[in-house]
Every structure is written in structure tokens, then in C-alpha cells.
């Protein structure tokens, strides 16, 4: 009886379950099975359907393609530098937000308003600050200027500029969401152990670091790891800045690398597209299964 009731409650379950895994077979298992098989597609004509071998000589030229290399510096210096300044930035934000609680949704709603609001509109905004044009040097220059230094032609200027620009604006788009997620960390942490703190005559930095990190410490580990995959699928924001021809400007990504090689001017070559996804996607897989292996050490549940 008890082997008939388990059987019936799992066969129940796996009923429950067999939309959602529907879903995730159709639209993303198979989806990457398609891509991975493609990339190994030597010679893949996307008209006739047809190739003419199998074997790893897609990834050896993308491998070997200077815009590829390009595209994941430019990735690879967008989330070393924007995942744990947007995430510092942003935690020291909750912290300042937490401490006044008249205000604390006041705030938080003001600080949330960038979230909602279209990337490209944003990148727009932030182009027009920054670029220089035969009417205006824009307004980040004219700042540069009241303070005795040379304006910089953020945009279309040095690599290090549109770098500089590049990396504020995806800072300024990701921390809404980051200090949503934090304020709202900080309010669940226990009163109880402040008030103990208190009266052991705890200073506030180690109360800092020895309650509130700790409890906090599963939302930071979310936002890295989100941060990382979000910073490697960058793409929008890049072209809302520097426009479409970002092997020209010298700001590709590797996700703008794909689909140049799909669609761009350079498109027609869905075997190099896929062998170019499949490196995406190993390093997403790889840097966040070394987060998981920190987080075990590092995170407290």
C-alpha cells in the first residue's frame, strides 16, 4: 500500500512538473543542442542546409579571430570592473538608505527610477553628456573644463574613454535593481542581534562584519553571480553608447560578436556564431561554478 501511495504521489509530481519541463526542453535544452551541434558544423550553409565536415575548425578561428579577442577583452574588463563596484556602491547605498527609515521608500523608489526606464533611452542620455559635436563638447567636458583639465571625446575618442563611459553607464543601469535587493536584505536582518551588539558595546564596523555581512551574504553572492551573467550578455547598452558598428569602434562584445556574425554586415556564418556562443556559455558555466565552490566557504544560510 505504502509503495502504491509513493508511486501515485510521484507519478502526481512528475504530471505537475511536465509543462515547465516542456518548456525548458523546447525552448532551451534543445535550443543549445542545436547550437552546440552547429558549431562543430565545418563549411554550414545556412541556404542549402548543408556542410562539409565535422571537426573543430570553427573554434579554432574564432579562437584566432582578432575581433573575437577584442570583443572578450572588451567583455572581460566590463565585468571585472562593474560587478563589484556596482555591488560595493550599491551596498554601501542600502546602508545609507537603511539608517534613515522616514525616508527609506521615498528613496528607494527614486533610486529604483533608472531600472524602469529604457537602456537605450539611457545610453541616449548618456551619449549626449559625454559626446563631443560641432555645437557642444557635451557637459561632462565643459565640468573637465571649469576644473582646468582638457575635454576627452568619451565616445568616439580613445579606447580608454569609451571604456570609462562604457563602464559608468552599465554601473548606473544595474545598481536600482542591486540596492532594491539589498535595502530589502538589510530590512530582514534581525533587530535582536543589534540590540545584543548594543549592549556588548560592539563597535559599528565589526557589527558590520560580523552580523550584518553574514546575514546579508546570500543576496550579495545572488547579485555576483547575476552581475557576471549579466555583464557577459552585454549588448544594448553597448550599442545605445557607440551605435551598431562596434568592431569599428573598437567596443564589441562577445554577445555583439555573435550576432554580427549572424546578422551583421560580416552575418551568414551560424557556425562560427554558435562556436562563439558555445565559449560564452563555458565561461558563464565556469566562473559561476567557482562562485558556487566560494560560496560554500563564504556565505551563510
Known amino acids: 500500500m505504502k509503495r502504491d501511495k509513493i508511486s501515485n504521489s510521484s507519478l502526481k509530481g512528475w504530471l505537475y512538473l511536465l509543462p515547465a519541463v516542456l518548456f525548458l526542453g523546447v525552448f532551451m535544452v534543445y535550443p543549445l543542442v542545436d547550437v552546440l551541434v552547429y558549431s562543430f558544423e565545418e563549411g554550414y550553409n545556412s541556404a542549402s542546409q548543408t556542410y562539409f565536415g565535422i571537426g573543430s575548425y570553427n573554434y579554432a578561428y574564432v579562437l584566432r579571430d582578432p575581433y573575437f579577442l577584442q570583443a572578450l577583452k572588451n567583455t572581460f574588463l566590463l565585468v571585472i570592473i562593474t560587478v563589484p563596484l556596482s555591488t560595493g556602491i550599491a551596498l554601501l547605498i542600502s546602508l545609507g538608505l537603511n539608517s534613515i527609515k522616514p525616508f ?12 524602469v526606464t529604457n537602456t537605450l533611452a539611457v545610453g541616449m542620455v548618456f551619449m549626449i ?4 559635436t560641432a555645437y557642444s563638447d557635451g557637459l561632462i567636458n565643459l565640468l573637465i573644463r571649469c576644473f582646468g583639465g582638457d575635454g576627452v571625446d568619451f ?6 574613454a569609451k571604456m570609462f563611459v562604457l563602464c559608468i553607464y552599465t554601473i548606473w543601469v544595474v545598481m536600482p535593481f542591486k540596492i532594491l535587493i539589498l535595502t530589502s536584505a538589510l530590512a530582514a536582518v534581525d533587530q535582536q542581534y543589534y540590540n545584543a551588539a548594543k549592549v556588548d558595546g560592539t563597535s559599528k564596523f565589526r557589527t558590520f562584519a560580523r552580523i550584518t555581512l553574514p546575514m546579508i551574504s546570500p543576496m550579495i553572492f545572488y547579485l555576483i553571480i547575476t552581475g557576471f551573467i549579466g555583464a557577459f550578455k552585454a549588448y544594448s547598452d553597448v550599442v545605445a553608447l557607440f551605435g551598431t558598428n562596434l568592431n569599428a569602434a573598437g567596443m564589441n562584445t562577445i554577445v555583439g560578436y555573435v550576432y554580427d556574425m549572424l546578422y551583421g554586415d560580416s552575418g551568414g556564418y551560424p557556425s562560427y556564431a554558435s562556436a562563439a556562443a558555445i565559449l560564452l556559455f563555458a565561461i558563464v558555466f565556469t566562473i559561476t561554478c567557482i562562485n558556487l565552490l566560494i560560496s560554500k566557504r563564504k556565505v551563510h544560510y
Open 155 to 160: 565616445i568616439d575618442g580613445p579606447y580608454w
Open 129 to 132: 553628456l559625454f559626446k563631443k
Open 104 to 115: 527609506r521608500d521615498l528613496f528607494q523608489t527614486i533610486y529604483f527610477l533608472p531600472y
